[in-house]
């Protein structure tokens, strides 16, 4: 087991040592926020490891409260009566779930609704909930801060959509810089004059302006909101793609354009259908594409990134002490999973330093996936053994995660699936191979031998499992044991032990490190 009270940094590698057991960490364990929006209503209730945290509980309610705002200048009276019922709902659950008080804010159709302040008022008599109605900038500030909690030390643009408002914050060296609102919001631009050509001179000038305050933002785009998480399915839909995992999708400026016109295109309820949208969603995408092609042509980023972390995530990032920010929230989460599923929590850390001399040379940026790997290379022991090596592919490939490309998902599912498993051919998930190059691949499937391997030799009384050095040049390899880990080099380590060496082309050599008997006079 770890020790807890061991000083930091000592024999825990780069990634330092885990912060979830921190009583600061401890207090943040189940935390609810509830986002009240001008086209939904959303309460999320996060727990488990608190730099990483999987969602306890989600529920959304379309409630529309910005429909025809621009027009009354008051709340959606029908989308009112739904949101307070809402409301209720999520006070008694948070009251079920005997946490703290639920964090509520509101945005852009409260803020601007002359009935605004009487739906607050109402809410906190009905149900005890105090609301704090916060201002375009605090929300773009919000919501960048959510991108934050999934990429530290992030930079770029977030661009954050919801039905009545449109955000962009600049994010440099982990924290949030220039940051404007706007009225691009779907909801808001029915009601722009001029029909389609009206509205495109409109949102142009508009985003001119944007443009003006922000100064040049070539870098990464990151898009937030449901409509734009809607129009990154379509991508997905129209482009085949394999990894159905919308957090850190990635789109260029010419997907983008060619997603647009193919929603422009297709019949809408056959499109909501294959890309299981609702129609009340589908109904504001294609104006949010309208909005998406003018940011898109005016800053010109070099990628786009899709974030599912937004306002709510961003609230949460706001109650964090600053050293639990800082932390890698893919190894948090991997710690979190080993101590809570592992059948020996702590040996993955004795794996990770047994099977690294492998991967010597390996930028920091694959060492800590392969830090992640050696964490989780037991948590689905109580699969059905001839399953296991699927639910570890599934469990990382779909798992919430922050701090994760595509391919990395599909690398550490890889290593997983050759720790229970030595072949990949014939498995349902060879389409979502093509993520990774042949490099990739093979490097996947060494660790997950050495973890396959490895995994045999449990310590004995805190002893180290072994030691394996690695010649690459020479295709040499060598394992050293303790004369009383002998014992445990038996059939079925041999094989797995040769296996590994198969995979790495290489000559092979195992010595066992005689006790030295104390000299008798």
Not at 137 to 148: D, M, P, T
Not at 291 to 315: C, N, W
Not at 397 to 418: D, K, Y
Not at 463 to 484: A, M, N, S, T, Y
Request: glycine residues 8%; contains cysteine.
């Amino acid at each position: 087991m770890d020790d807890p009270n061991a000083p930091a940094g000592q024999d825990w590698g780069p990634f330092g040592r885990p912060l979830f057991n921190d009583p600061s960490s401890r207090a943040l364990s189940r935390v609810g926020v509830v986002d009240i929006g001008s086209n939904s209503v959303r309460m999320v209730v996060f727990d488990g490891a608190a730099r990483s945290p999987a969602y306890f509980f989600n529920e959304k309610i379309m409630c529309a409260l910005g429909a025809g705002l621009s027009e009354t200048g008051r709340l959606n009276p029908e989308g009112r009566v739904r949101a307070l019922a809402a409301m209720r709902r999520f006070q008694r659950l948070a009251e079920g779930m005997d946490m703290p008080p639920l964090t509520a804010v509101a945005t852009a159709a409260v803020r601007e609704a002359e009935d605004g302040p009487d739906f607050v008022a109402e809410v906190e008599r009905e149900t005890g909930v105090k609301i704090f109605v916060i201002d375009g900038e605090e929300e773009a500030r919000l919501s960048a801060q959510g991108v934050l909690l999934g990429w530290p030390g992030s930079y770029g643009l977030v661009c954050d959509i919801g039905g009545s408002s449109m955000e962009l914050a600049e994010i440099a060296g982990g924290a949030v810089k220039r940051r404007v609102t706007s009225k691009l919001g779907p909801l808001k631009l029915k009601d722009v004059p001029g029909g389609k050509k009206g509205r495109r001179e409109y949102i142009a000038d508009t985003v001119a302006e944007l443009a003006e305050v922000m100064g040049s933002q070539r870098n990464r785009l990151f898009l937030v909101g449901g409509s734009w998480r809607a129009i990154a399915r379509v991508d997905m839909e129209r482009r085949g793609y394999p990894l159905h995992v919308l957090h850190e999708y990635r789109m260029t400026r010419k997907s983008v354009s060619a997603t647009l016109a193919y929603i422009a295109e297709t019949d809408p309820d056959e499109l909501r259908k294959r890309c299981g949208l609702s129609a009340q969603r589908m109904a504001l995408v294609p104006l949010a594409g309208e909005v998406l092609k003018q940011v898109v042509k005016t800053f010109q980023p070099h990628d786009i990134a899709v974030s599912s972390y937004g306002i709510r995530e961003g609230m949460l990032y706001e109650q964090m002490p600053q050293k639990l920010r800082e932390r890698d929230p893919l190894i948090e989460a991997s710690y979190f999973s080993e101590a809570k599923d592992a059948r020996l929590p702590g040996f993955g850390r004795s794996l990770y330093q047994f099977v690294l001399p492998l991967f010597k040379s390996a930028p920091l940026e694959r060492k800590r996936l392969i830090k992640a790997a050696c964490l989780m290379h037991d948590v689905s022991w109580r699969a059905h053994p001839d399953y296991r090596a699927e639910a570890c592919f599934d469990n990382v490939t779909r798992a919430n995660l922050g701090g994760l490309r595509h391919s990395e998902r599909v690398f550490l599912g890889l290593s997983l699936l050759h720790r229970y498993r030595n072949s990949r051919s014939g498995t349902r998930f060879e389409p979502m191979f093509d993520l990774l190059d042949e490099k990739s691949m093979k490097e996947a499937e060494i660790l997950g031998k050495a973890m396959r391997f490895g995994a045999m030799l449990w310590p004995q009384n805190d002893q180290p499992i072994g030691e394996l050095r690695w010649f690459p040049k020479k295709k040499f390899l060598q394992l050293f044991l303790e004369q009383d880990s002998e014992a445990l080099f038996g059939e079925v380590a041999e094989a797995r032990f040769k296996s590994l060496a198969k995979s790495l082309d290489a000559e092979t050599e195992v010595k066992i490190r005689r006790a030295t008997r104390p000299h008798q006079p």
